[in-house]
């Protein structure tokens, strides 16, 4: 079963930067990880899905987060990134990586890591 574990989420000021990653282990298959992604929930709002990553390296982002965010992997470590710049109050939430065998990647969840940005 694929465990994923969060990290670097955090305090930061609006326009600031923050970059998560998403530490994949356990035993699963190859194919469980084709699609890597991260999605996030603020307070009072449905969950979102921020940014994709296919095996291939072809990525997807949310409207909100284009040119600000940026999702990578690294499938020697089985890591997966998110870095996210110019950060704003409204990017405040609980994000979650994910990883599936196709889009929008959902069969596996991380615990979430909290990012609050504020000044």
């Known amino acids: 079963q694929m465990h994923l574990v969060e990290s670097g989420g955090g305090l930061a000021q609006p326009g600031g930067s923050l970059r998560l990653t998403c530490q994949a282990s356990g035993g699963f298959f190859s194919s469980e990880m084709n699609v890597r992604g991260w999605y996030r929930q603020a307070p009072g709002k449905e969950r979102e899905l921020v940014a994709t990553?296919?095996?291939?390296?072809?990525?997807t982002y949310a409207d909100s987060v284009k040119g600000r965010f940026a999702i990578t992997r690294d499938d020697a470590r089985l890591t997966s990134d998110l870095q996210m710049d110019d950060l704003r109050p409204e990017d405040t939430a609980i994000y979650y990586c994910t990883a599936g065998a196709s889009n929008p990647p959902s069969d596996s969840w991380g615990q979430g890591t909290q990012v609050t940005v504020s000044s």
């Open positions: 990553i296919t095996r291939g390296h072809t990525s």
